[in-house]
């Protein structure tokens, strides 16, 4: 029988937050004051509120949950609130916030992957539960990932900042956990049959999923597999861009894996 998915490589995860946190202060310390202000590709968001959403983000793994925090029902409304209320702030107070609470945040995985207390679920609003070190390793990194180089660079005309196969697996680690919860919330007809997911290049990788969610390839049979490069998935894995115009190869039942791939909107 095949596995769930296996644990994430925390030691990993905490190697490639510093180092997507020592690219997003490299990059917004390069940008004009008209950059800072500057729409970004994420819709309603500035540049500014890019940066503070990713800031507000962090400091909520260390400090007690807001009220509003805990009658969120949705990880939009968990996430405008936070921006709105940081949007009179000034650049130096916005990158105070980010600088001092992704460094407390990167220490505090650091802490915790070395004990129990990583194993803890946690909510995390209508994307189900996460194992502590998990979400804050993966979601950060996720968001360092997606947001620098998929709503910040090109908003502003500028190239995407390089990566590398061990900041890669960690953006796809968190992904494909969400994806998996997602997908257990609600399972494409037919996936019984189990789609195979295998993303090609640095820190990419083969997961298989089924109605339960993701689960580790085996000897077993797939109904159809899905091939695309790893670099590409968070565009189209987040809906930013549609996998129809990407690159990727559909083989085996090409309905079942476009039925899948219609669903798939990690955010």
């Known amino acids: 029988m095949s596995k769930r998915l296996p644990p994430a490589d925390l030691h990993n995860m905490a190697a490639a937050l510093r180092a997507e946190r020592t690219e997003m202060l490299n990059f917004t310390s390069s940008l004009t004051g008209d950059e800072w202000t500057a729409p970004s590709a994420a819709a309603g968001w500035r540049i500014a509120d890019v940066v503070a959403h990713i800031g507000a983000t962090a400091r909520n793994f260390y400090t007690p949950p807001s009220r509003e925090a805990l009658r969120a029902t949705s990880l939009e409304q968990l996430n405008e609130g936070p921006v709105d209320r940081r949007r009179s702030w000034s650049r130096a107070q916005v990158m105070a916030e980010y600088t001092r609470a992704t460094r407390r945040a990167t220490t505090l995985l650091d802490l915790i992957r ?8 946690i909510p995390l609003v209508e994307l189900g539960r996460y194992p502590l070190g998990l979400l804050i390793g993966g979601a950060l990194v996720f968001d360092h990932y997606t947001h620098l180089r998929h ?13 590398d196969a061990d900041r890669m697996r960690a953006a796809l680690t968190w992904m494909i956990a969400v994806l998996s919860n997602q997908v257990a919330q609600g399972p494409v007809a037919g996936l019984d049959a189990r789609v195979a997911l295998t993303l090609t290049g640095p820190g990419g990788g083969t997961w298989w999923f089924d109605e339960a969610g993701g689960l580790a390839p085996s000897d077993g049979a797939v109904a159809a597999h899905v091939t695309a490069p790893a670099l590409a998935f ?21 309905e079942l894996a476009a039925r899948f791939l219609d669903t798939v909107n990690v955010i």
Do not use: C, I, N, Y
């Open 151 to 163: 709503d910040m660079a090109p908003a502003l005309g500028r190239p995407a900042p390089s990566t």
């Open 234 to 254: 968070p565009d189209w894995g987040t809906q930013r861009s549609s996998w129809r115009d990407s690159d990727v190869t559909l083989t085996g039942d090409t």
């Open 114 to 121: 070395r004990t129990p207390a990583t194993r803890l679920r």
